[in-house]
């Protein structure tokens, strides 16, 4: 299983305190490794077992917001390489790789907000996949109101297509993040539609393994990559070795969750 960082466990630790399930293995190991957030956890546990007890009361004035403050405080380093996605109230931090599974024209929509959002923020955005999901994506960020065309003339919005091999890909998308970089950008948002059966693309298994690097690649880069999945029209292998297999995220419903399908590259 994936270790975690600090901002990680702690998306963790607020879900299992909503939801009243045990944590995670490697949320465990975590804590045990990381004094900070092994000592925050800890205090934390104590204030949620008092709470939870009938004969305490309410809780002191301004207790919640100090709370806040001090679990703000021990994570301000950590968000300071935490972006936020633009798909509802999300963040991510840089290096990011996730899957966004959508069934509907609006949930289509939702992801392609993630790119409207980087170019308001003066991101360098990657459009990336076969010609008619890029000139969809296209068609949606003018709908948001984007100057598409604005965009492209500074090099805030680039489109790429396919390539006949992973290798072609990758290098194609390295190139075009570097020259990004390159040309002052600090955040780099890449939206993919990947060519699943489409010709002029790798076969599958080939595509699968381009998709286990490139979790590997955007870790080097200060970037964000979310690979679309259209769930009514790949099949179960695919999804489940590309979509779930190779991405450490996964956006649904417009809510980002640690994905503990994701398995490392070393075993692809």
């Known amino acids: 299983m994936a270790s975690l960082n600090c901002s990680e466990?702690?998306?963790?630790?607020?879900?299992?305190?909503?939801?009243?399930?045990?944590?995670?293995?490697n949320t465990r190991e975590h804590l045990a490794r990381c004094t900070r957030c092994?000592?925050?956890?800890?205090?934390?546990?104590?204030?949620?077992?008092?709470?939870?007890g009938s004969t305490l009361g309410e809780p002191p004035a301004g207790f919640s917001e100090r709370m806040s403050c001090r679990i703000a405080g021990h994570l301000s380093a950590e968000w300071e390489g935490m972006v936020r996605l633009g798909i509802g109230t999300t963040y991510a931090p840089l290096g990011s790789h996730m899957a966004h599974f959508w069934d509907s024209d609006a949930q289509?929509?939702?992801g392609v907000e993630f790119l409207a959002y980087g170019l308001d923020a003066g991101n360098a955005c990657f459009v990336f996949g076969y010609d008619e999901a890029n000139m969809?994506?296209?068609?949606?960020?003018?709908?948001?109101?984007c100057d598409v065309a604005a965009a492209?003339?500074?090099?805030?919005?680039?489109?790429?297509?396919?390539g006949p091999t992973a290798n072609d890909m990758l290098g194609e998308i390295g190139s075009q993040f570097r020259a990004a970089m390159?040309?002052?950008?600090?955040?780099l948002r890449l939206l993919g539609n990947i060519g699943w059966g489409v010709k002029g693309w790798p076969p599958e298994d080939e595509i699968l393994?381009?998709?286990a690097q490139v979790t590997q690649a955007a870790r080097q880069f200060p970037s964000i990559v979310v690979c679309m999945y259209d769930v009514r029209n790949i099949s179960g292998r695919v999804l489940f070795r590309g979509g779930l297999g190779t991405h450490p995220y996964c956006i649904y419903g417009g809510d980002l969750h640690t994905n503990p399908a994701y398995v490392p590259i070393r075993v692809h």
């Open 9 to 25: 466990v702690w998306y963790r630790i607020s879900e299992a305190i909503d939801s009243g399930l045990p944590l995670a293995p």
């Open 38 to 52: 092994g000592s925050v956890a800890s205090g934390l546990k104590d204030v949620v077992k008092l709470l939870a």
């Open 108 to 110: 289509f929509r939702k």
């Open 136 to 145: 969809r994506v296209l068609e949606v960020l003018r709908s948001f109101g």
């Open 152 to 162: 492209a003339s500074k090099g805030n919005l680039i489109v790429i297509g396919g």
């Open 182 to 187: 390159g040309r002052g950008a600090e955040t």
């Open 209 to 211: 393994d381009f998709e």
